[in-house]
């Protein structure tokens, strides 16, 4: 089944240039990346993307650790899709906690547990088909996906954008 997936390659995973590594084992999947991009994590959507943690006691550090207030203050939000997208990402992460991830996979050979408790695990890769299309679409907008995976509409709306200035 095609299926689309979040994947997040969170601030101390890019701290420790791990960028090149993760994605290449990414590409173990045959996946296609259809959508890309370098997120400076504000506190809004650090806390709706953790909504489902808002009462575990670690969630005020969650926040703090993917906006990037122990690391670098940035986020790498990609989407993958192709056949059992989901499956075959998490297989590869491993498991949340890096002390019970595979070796092999990208939390087991990347991943620490601080001193506090945080789990600094690399990456986040969406759960299934339902937290996928919500986190995606918290992530991204239709126009920044190359493949339209979910409904879309069009409207004409009057807003103010920034754009380069000519000359500078």
Request: aromatic letters at 8%; proline letters at 3%; one cysteine or more.
């Amino acid at each position: 089944m095609i299926q689309q997936t979040l994947v997040l390659i969170k601030p101390d995973g890019l701290k420790k240039s791990l960028t090149g590594n993760i994605l290449t084992r990414l590409s173990e999947t045959k996946l296609d990346i259809v959508a890309a991009r370098i997120v400076q994590v504000s506190r809004k959507l650090a806390e709706e993307h953790y909504i489902a943690l808002k009462d575990k006691p670690f969630f005020e550090d969650l926040i703090k650790y993917i906006m990037g207030e122990y690391h670098k203050k940035k986020v790498m939000a990609l989407v993958y899709w192709g056949d059992d997208a989901i499956e075959k990402v998490r297989k590869i992460c491993g498991a949340t906690n890096p002390e019970e991830a595979d070796s092999i996979s990208i939390r087991g050979a990347y991943g620490r547990i601080t001193t506090k408790g945080v789990y600094e695990n690399a990456i986040h890769a969406s759960a299934n088909m339902a937290d996928a299309e919500r986190e995606i679409k918290l992530w991204f907008g239709p126009d920044e996906i190359i493949e339209d995976i979910y409904p879309t509409k069009t409207v004409k709306t009057a807003c103010e954008k920034r754009v380069w200035e000519k000359g500078a």
